[in-house]
């Protein structure tokens, strides 16, 4: 770290680090007093008690947001070379989205549209523009100026976002030898040489501001990396991604589905997917009770008054539902619920608590609607109503890590259940902007330390995210990694000191007063529907034998075996088992195939010999044949990899 005063932020890197700076796509830059970095240009020429480290490509999220960003201002200015008259959106860098790095929103003039003919054309374009080795320039002009200057340059868009967004001074980027101006905070890459792997991915259509009202553009996605081989194998990944996407599996394996006359959103589980959300609950229910927790169930609709009190319609407006009048008194409006927890207080609040009572844990799993464009919704990943394994935990501050610590032990043992490692993140309120949270510092702070000491206490590595917390309260996040290496982000436990306060809950503690308990939000799947997608991918539909909706499948090898068959299915199911039967006039195979295809764990194939002797020949849909054995012995194997819940045979 550099403090190197009157020179750029490259040359104060320079002079520590010469290395560092070769590699470097842009900078941290520290102010004296002021406890958190911001990145900036290498451009940036530091003030006095200013000092720099650079950013390279081995930091990880951060630098991979300045390098993407940077390539959609190249797709932009080559899109704008190839297509003059284009009018600019937005081109956000996307991390971790499934669709790609980033992407850039587009207008074309007198109703021309790219199509995926344009797509190698523009990539190539790029291309050419990174061998060039551009300079990305940083340029600063007061608001009225930089309206003009886009106002001459025909970009109405661009002077909306200006009068929407800008302050006094506005900062605007140029690609050195290109048409290509943009309205933007940066930071950028110090020219086009630094791109090393480009792909160009779709088109979409996209609304300006999503906002359906107005004309629809087109947005061109692509991705960067900093390496060849790093993208070679994205691409590898994307297309073994393609392969378990839970929408086609959904339909193949008849899992679910959605109706345009019920409308975007709102999911159908058929009897298959159903099944295996049952045993899920199942599942859930029994962890739950062991560990204290009574199940509650709450309505659909509620006055909107109650999420007026919680916040909730301060803060998520346009994700709920409009509201709908009383017939009888129109001065009384109701919502679909879109949260559970100002239902749980209800609960609480509906009779007189003791210290002895606490805490109490109310879980439910209950369904909510939150309203998404129709544009945004994606199969069960991001849905209209889901299905939320919510809790909510009441408790005293004596009692807090102790709850934490319960749920953390909660979300380790389902996770890995189901397979899944994982990672935590502790997420708190920006250092110095709370204009967004509610509630005093004191209790932040108490809320605070309770996560950070029960992390430490379970012995959980975290990582610490400013910025991230609910508007009421810090929680801690928890992001799943599935069988392809991407990560998900599902459980989720909040430290609430804001609603008891505003909803005035309270208990009699031990001194015979008063007291606010303290609300602990949690939900470990998040919700049903989205982690059940996750699921599906995961195993790529292949559920392990504790969660397949059929388990095993008996095959005759001809119909004169179809008697015996049927008295194994029979003997199979009376054992508890989920088992069908394959009795069509079809070669052993065929049926065998289709076995495979609907991924089911086990065949059972009978023939004369197996008739005779009173076993099957157990067929594993991965192992392939392991032999006859008796009927009863392969039932006890059975129950055993589902008592046990075994990932694998």
């Known amino acids: 770290m550099s403090e190197v005063q009157s020179l750029t932020a490259f040359e104060a890197i320079k002079q520590q680090d010469r290395e560092a700076a070769k590699k470097a796509i842009a900078a941290r830059l520290f102010r004296s007093g002021i406890k958190h970095d911001e990145p900036v240009d290498l451009s940036y020429v530091l003030q006095e008690g200013e000092r720099v480290e650079a950013i390279t490509p081995d930091a990880g999220d951060e630098a991979l947001d300045v390098y993407r960003h940077s390539t959609a201002h190249l797709l932009a200015a080559a899109v704008l070379d190839l297509y003059p008259g284009t009018q600019l959106g937005i081109g956000p860098s996307l991390l971790g989205d499934a669709k790609g790095g980033f992407y850039y929103d587009f207008v074309r003039p007198e109703n021309a549209r790219f199509t995926p003919d344009d797509l190698p054309k523009i990539e190539k374009k790029m291309r050419d523009l990174i061998k060039r080795n551009l300079e990305y320039k940083r340029l600063e002009m007061t608001k009225a100026e ?153 309505p659909h609709v509620t006055q909107s008054e109650l999420f007026r009190i919680s916040g909730h319609l301060e803060n998520y407006q346009e994700g709920l539902y409009p509201p709908m009048t009383d017939k009888e008194n129109e001065q009384i409006e109701y ?127 975290y990582v610490r995210m400013e910025d991230e917390a609910a508007f009421y309260g810090p929680k801690i996040d928890f992001k799943v990694v599935d069988a392809i290496k991407r990560t998900w982000q599902l459980s989720t436990i909040q430290v609430d000191f804001t609603l008891p306060q505003r909803f005035g809950i309270e208990y009699i503690g031990a001194d015979n007063a008063r007291h606010q308990p303290i609300m602990v939000h949690r939900a470990i799947l998040g919700s049903f529907e989205r982690f059940f997608g996750i699921l599906i991918e995961h195993y790529a539909g292949a559920f392990p034998v504790w969660l397949a909706p059929v388990q095993a499948v008996v095959l005759p090898i001809s119909d004169r075996f179809n008697e015996r068959a049927v008295q194994i299915e029979t003997e199979l199911k009376a054992a508890g088992h989920r088992v069908a039967i394959d009795t069509r006039s079809e070669k052993i195979g065929a049926k065998i195939r289709d076995a495979q295809l609907k991924k089911i764990p086990f065949m059972l194939i009978v023939g004369e010999k197996e008739a005779e002797a009173g076993t099957v020949a157990v067929r594993d849909k991965v192992k392939g044949d392991i032999g006859a054995i008796p009927v009863a012995e392969f039932s006890a194997q059975l129950k055993a990899l589902n008592d046990s819940r075994a990932l694998t045979t």
Request: aromatic share 12%; proline share 4%.
């Open 146 to 298: 930089a309206a003009g200057k886009f106002k001459a340059l025909g970009e109405p868009l661009k002077c909306e976002l200006i009068e929407d967004k800008a302050g006094a001074t506005v900062s605007c980027y140029t690609i050195e030898g290109t048409p290509f101006v943009d309205f933007c905070l940066g930071p950028h890459i110090p020219s086009t040489s630094k791109i090393k792997a480009i792909k160009l991915l779709s088109i979409a259509g996209a609304h300006w501001k999503g906002d359906e009202s107005r004309p629809q553009m087109q947005r061109i996605y692509g991705t960067s990396f900093f390496s060849q081989e790093d993208l070679d194998e994205w691409i590898k990944q994307k297309e073994e991604a393609e392969k378990r996407d839970h929408r086609r599996l959904g339909t193949e394996l008849d899992l679910f589905s959605f109706s345009d006359a019920i409308g975007p959103g709102l999911v159908l589980w058929h009897p298959n997917g159903a099944l295996i959300r049952k045993v899920i609950e199942q599942y859930l229910n029994d962890e739950l009770y062991r560990r204290g927790y009574s199940f509650v169930n709450t």
């Open 335 to 461: 919502r679909m619920k879109p949260m559970n927890c100002p239902f749980h207080i209800q609960i609480f609040k509906a009779r007189q608590r003791s210290y002895r009572d606490l805490p109490q844990r109310y879980a439910e799993y209950g369904m909510v609607y939150r309203y998404e464009r129709s544009g945004v919704t994606h199969g069960l990943m991001r849905a209209r109503g889901f299905t939320q394994d919510d809790a909510h935990l009441f408790c005293t501050p004596d009692q807090l890590v102790g709850e934490v610590l319960g749920c953390l032990d909660l979300v380790d043992a389902i996770f890995k259940a189901f397979g899944f490692t994982y990672k935590a993140e502790l997420s708190v309120r920006h250092a110095t902007d709370r204009n967004k949270y509610i509630g005093a510092d004191d209790v932040w702070e108490l809320a605070e330390k309770a996560l950070t000491d029960g992390l430490n206490e379970y012995g959980l590595p």
